[in-house]
């Protein structure tokens, strides 16, 4: 079993509906999650951390946490062609007391115009 | 301000030789990670620094070694190439480290390696 798991997709979406991307994590113990968005030939950009359950909202962006569940979700409301890029699920790890950050492989979104 | 800065951001390499891979973080960023991004695996943790002390490693082999200096800034060696080795390093910055923190990334725009 993946540590960090995410349908690789393609996600294709129209615009303006909601995309809906998921993350599914082993270590029972992690406390802090995070969306990374990356676009094609680009490094990694950080939008969302959450770490309590529940739902953060930030703009268009909801991020979903269930620790009972372990899983974690991104929701991006009204999307738009430029959110076509592949988003990275993160966890930090608690690993012999340090934290040890382990990215899922990514959902590549597509938003059709 | 200035961001992550990686250099070079490409190499091209020979098997069986040595490369050395440098990131300046963001100032006032004490915690350097490194990253290898492959196609098939990902973003693979390769080790972390904080205050010129490695914290943590990836399932990496001994031939990938780094090290941080006291302006923070860290480089990554890669000796003894091989054709795996082919991939885009990543070196990413945060304010602050540990199992719980909140900090996320920056990340800089990588070191292509190609190796032939």
């Known amino acids: 079993q993946k540590e960090v798991e995410q349908n690789s997709g393609p996600l294709s979406v129209p615009e303006g509906a909601i995309a809906s991307l998921n993350c599914t994590y082993s270590?029972?113990?992690?406390?802090?999650f995070f969306w990374y968005r990356q676009y094609s030939g680009k490094s990694p950009e950080l939008i969302m951390f959450i770490y309590s359950n529940g739902d953060k909202e930030d703009g268009r962006f909801t991020a979903q946490l269930n620790k009972a569940s372990q899983y974690v979700s991104l929701l991006i409301r009204d999307s738009q062609p430029s959110d076509s890029a592949t988003y990275l699920c993160?966890?930090?790890?608690?690993?012999?007391?340090?934290?040890?950050?382990?990215f899922g492989t990514g959902t590549k979104l597509q938003v059709i115009p | 301000k200035a961001g992550v800065t990686q250099t070079p951001r490409y190499l091209i390499k020979t098997r069986g030789q040595q490369v050395t891979l440098s990131c300046s973080p963001i100032s006032g960023h004490r915690s350097v990670s490194w990253y290898q991004q492959t196609p098939g695996q990902g973003l693979q943790f390769l080790f972390e620094?904080?205050?010129?002390?490695?914290?943590n490693k990836g399932n990496f082999p001994g031939r990938f070694s780094g090290r941080q200096f006291s302006n923070s800034r860290s480089e990554m060696n890669v000796s003894t190439l091989e054709l795996g080795d082919s991939a885009l390093y990543l070196c990413?910055?945060?304010?602050?480290?540990?199992?719980?923190?909140?900090?996320?990334?920056?990340f800089g725009s990588g070191t292509r390696l190609t190796v032939v």
């Open positions: 993160a966890v930090n790890m608690n690993s012999g007391g340090y934290q040890k950050v382990t």
């Open positions: 270590d029972q113990g992690s406390q802090s």
């Open positions: 620094y904080f205050s010129e002390t490695q914290r």
């Open positions: 990413a910055s945060s304010l602050q480290t540990g199992p719980f923190s909140n900090y996320g990334y920056t």
